[in-house]
């Protein structure tokens, strides 16, 4: 776990190593499957599917998925556009579960254009049949069959044809009361710890964050009921949500992600199977869904 | 995710269901297990195998697991009580990864009693035949089995013979530099993420985080190179680490941990499997090992 002092031994070692006898000698290593990979293979966050979420930290990005949830995306960016995010806080944050945030409960904010109830869309009829789909070699406690669709981790059961969106680390889900259509988009987490796969069918899934977590998890936890904050002062206010499709061009944000149908997310995924990386004496030979989703970085150059 | 709206109602139902009717028609909730479930089902922390590590938020409780790493355990104890760990600090937190403590770089601390290397622990020998294990019943991505050994995740092999804890989350693990015998248990760390089970077999694991979690957790992430902090001053300082044995029995934590061996772990494990609360409207019927560790409570009364 102490890589940082081996940095440069690394570095030296790399450099005296022939680039050919190392090709011959071992799989690559994740990182220089990233380095080798083309620019074709990652894409930038749509701009219409895309919220920038403003808090006092800094900004977290968040790609939404119309794929595995429309109705709720359509709604949601009709939340944004009539700003009813803006000025709403973060309420709860539950160790080793989620974060999540919207409207206090006591200060509730009418809608003006968006729905606040929705029929559920837990999962995609049809979607083993419609959504693209790269299946991950390893078995999984959950599901038949799991992998990646665009930049989404997701499963699917051919027997029913339905595909859906999973709970991993940083997914964004929709918030709901009891009933399954209660939730509307207003309402939203995200995953801050193990994944809890249970919630998988369970609550409509609609995104994923992919800048800016840190903003989400580095808060204190609500010693409330459920992870909720006891006191309105502790919750950590939204500024705003805006569409990366509202703002112009040049001021979004420069990142982009690897897409999960890409040749070059299949070799990284396989190289994080099987570790080549010096540390990992023994490379696992496996991998989990939520362990495997399309790295994201700052656009080179 | 909105359950706090709807426990009064919840509550309401539940005391008007006849306690006949309802065993009839549904599974209890895990809530319902760990409610019914006899004391002598949970023990305290061993004493002897329990660190109170004090940061400026409050205190974090570790208990070490000599059955899976005896020489490691034993050398932490005397970091302990030589004081070792008083005043060394969080260095790193690597968000959906790992914080990791121990003393910062630039300023090394020798060590009196206790050992700076030893001889990785990565696996026990001869573990499947040696130490206790309730197995899970679902597939793993990693491992041919996985379960329950006394109260920590573990995994094991019956052709090789071995047995290893598994990197869920909170479990604790030892820091190395490349070379596997390079740890001591002087620099240790804990998972905060989705569980990275790619470690496993390949870092000595030495116990789990019970109690205090999110003293670890809520702290900002690093910004440097694999999350460590670029600035002294952005570590967290580490005031002292006591073994709950050098401790007045009546001044200790008062918690306890359900036995993995333990009848009331296996309801508990498959009420979880089968969630009937009304929230779960389709029970995964599976779980997952880093889903299933069991649950650590105050004492209650």
């Known amino acids: 776990m102490h890589l940082a002092r081996c940095l440069p031994l690394l570095a030296l070692a790399l450099a005296l190593a022939a680039p ?67 000025g709403t806080a973060v309420v709860r944050v539950q160790d080793n579960y989620v974060t999540q945030w919207g409207m206090p409960e006591e200060t509730p904010r009418p809608m003006k254009t968006a729905k606040d109830k929705l029929a559920p869309e837990f999962t995609v009829p049809g979607g083993v049949a419609s959504l693209p789909f790269t299946p991950l070699p390893d078995p999984d406690a959950f599901a038949p069959e799991v992998g990646i669709s665009d930049i989404f981790p997701a499963a699917r059961d051919r027997q029913t044809g339905e595909a859906w969106m999973t709970h991993c680390y940083g997914i964004v889900g929709v918030g709901r009361d009891m009933a399954v259509d209660s939730g509307s988009g207003a309402e939203l987490y995200t995953v801050i710890g193990h994944s809890p796969r249970a919630l998988d069918r369970v609550i409509t899934v609609v995104g994923r964050v992919l800048w800016g977590m840190e903003h989400l998890t580095a808060l204190p936890r609500g010693t409330g009921n459920l992870g909720f904050y006891e006191k309105p002062e502790q919750r950590t206010p939204i500024k705003s949500v805006t569409l990366a499709a509202d703002v112009p061009a040049a001021a979004r944000e420069k990142i982009h992600v690897l897409s999960g149908q890409s040749a070059s997310y299949g070799q990284w995924l396989e190289a994080r199977r099987q570790r080549q990386d010096d540390f990992f004496i023994r490379p696992a030979g496996h991998i989990d869904l939520c362990n495997a989703l399309p790295p994201v970085r700052r656009i080179p150059g």
Chains 1, 2 share one sequence.
């Not at 966050?45 to 990005?61: A, S």
Request: no cysteine; charged share 25%.
């Open 20 to 86: 050919a006898q190392a090709a011959e000698t071992r799989h690559p290593t994740p990182k220089e499957v990233l380095d080798a990979s083309p620019l074709a293979d990652w894409r930038e966050p749509v701009p219409e599917n895309t919220f920038y979420i403003e808090l006092p930290t800094g900004r977290v990005v968040v790609e939404l998925a119309p794929g595995f949830a429309p109705a709720h995306v359509e709604n949601m960016r009709k939340l944004a556009r009539e700003h009813w995010y803006d």
